[in-house]
């Protein structure tokens, strides 16, 4: 599910899925998004009933820890595509600055 505000340009996107926060150590400043495609026994109880290769995994570095999120395919084309919006946006901008 996602919400839109036109005129502030802000996507809100709420997620089928929850979020994790890991504790374990993690590379300073580092985004990771990845296909959820690991066989591990770890991966495998992480996913639980999750059907194999079906949701992409975003990893997001806090002050806390990593916060994990796992997204649906029409979650991350979502996100992506705003995304990929939003810097074409700044770069005309920009252009026209």
């Not at 996107?13 to 985004?31: R, Y």
């Not at 990593?66 to 939003?86: D, F």
Request: aromatic share 6%; hydrophobic share 35%.
């Amino acid at each position: 599910m996602l919400s839109y505000d036109e005129d502030e340009g802000i996507l809100w996107i709420h997620p089928l899925f929850g979020a994790s926060v890991s504790t374990e150590a993690i590379e300073k400043h580092s985004i990771v998004a990845t296909i959820d495609d690991c066989e591990c026994w770890d991966c495998e109880q992480e996913r639980g009933p999750i059907d194999f290769l079906s949701s992409i995994l975003l990893h997001i570095p806090t002050e806390h820890g990593m916060v994990i999120q796992r997204l649906t395919p029409s979650e991350a084309r979502t996100l992506g595509n705003s995304l990929i919006s939003y810097a074409n946006d700044i770069k005309s901008i920009q252009e026209d600055s």
